[in-house]
């Protein structure tokens, strides 16, 4: 139960920065968005609908065949998420403040749009629309998720060209890149740590000092060579990103030789770092 109050605490969150980057950024400078969004926007520039509206009315057909095939729980979140968006769009609806400079305007609108669906995905939920469209795709056609959604958000935003031109409907796909950025940025942490693969014929001292100076665990994987057909100890490591200077002298100082490969990590869980 405390996890599920806190996964709405966090997607009421994210519901409130989609809806005040949407209605303060792009609706007031008349840009456009992808998906059911963007269908959503269309109407209002073109017929004066509210949006809040539009959005919840469009997906409580997907809500409905959602709750039969992609079970509960997601679908619960995603209730919830969509039906927040609506609330806090309909609520930040005179939040609207037209920019003079549509660069700021898009990149602003993408940062905002971006954090606010970045947390929301992050704690389960999602905005509906093309997220439960492309699901299906994918489970019954087996169409990639990504390929449903880019398709779907480019027809969109070029039909949205045609009403708020061409113009500002590119600063629309900088805004929509931007926001893509930010939301991988949001689901994989902040933090960013290292992963270290270490091939040494002196795996064993490395590990030691590296347990022993830098208070770091280590993994010791089994690996054989491939040109020579030996067999060799694989350390594996993931430190922090300040620390990797210092694995670098340690591994160093024992074997010069050493073939060490330093990868990206995000959300690391576990002793020394975050808790699950």
Known sequence: MAKHIQNIFFITLGALIFSFGLNYFTIANHLSEGGFTGIALLLKYIFGFSPSVVIMLLNIPLFILGWRKLGHQFMFYTIVGTSLVSFFLWLTEGFQQPLNDLLLASLYAGVSIGLGLGIIFRYGGTTGGVDIIARLAFKYFGISMGRTMFLFDFVIISLSAFYIGIQKAMYTLIAVFVAARVIDFTQEGAYAAKAAIIISDHSLEIKMKIMKEMDRGATMLKGKGGYTGSEKEVLYCVISR???????????????????????????????????
């Open 242 to 276: 300040n620390e990797l200077p210092r694995l670098k002298q340690i591994v160093h100082s024992i074997d010069p030789k050493a073939f060490v490969v330093v990868s990206d990590v995000h959300d690391v869980l576990g002793e020394g770092f975050e808790k699950a």
